[in-house]
């Protein structure tokens, strides 16, 4: 189960509608100063089928990238799959695709390079 803060997800095929259906179901957010990810520590948000990517308008250009979880029942949590090895730039007011085509329901957290407060929307 995603702890916390799931995000809902969106599908984005490049159509007009497709893109107003995933922007459309953004959320806010919050990044505190000091703190590198978010959500913060051990809460996730999730992908859903309303976008096949996973997008980030900030407030202020960020340098970003998505780690990806996978739930592991033995364990009863969520354990790192993997963390994307590059950080992408997004640009202040402008939506960015940080992931593209991920699965719906798979959990996963922004890793900001920068410990500078961020706010803005993800979209997924």
Known sequence: MVA?????????????????TC?????????????????QAGHYYAT???CGDINLRSSTNRYVK???YKYVPSKGSF???YCQSDY????????TVIATNVKDNTPFHYRFRSSARST????H
């Open 88 to 95: 992408t730039l997004t640009t202040a007011g402008k939506w």
């Open 23 to 39: 922007y459309g179901g953004a959320i806010d957010y919050s990044k505190p100063k000091s703190v590198g990810t978010l959500p």
């Open 79 to 81: 354990t790192l799959n």
């Open 48 to 50: 859903t089928s309303r």
């Open 66 to 68: 998505v780690c990806f």
């Open 120 to 123: 803005g929307q993800t979209a």
């Open 4 to 20: 916390a803060i799931a995000g809902t997800g969106l599908v984005y095929s490049g159509s007009t509608a497709s893109a107003a």
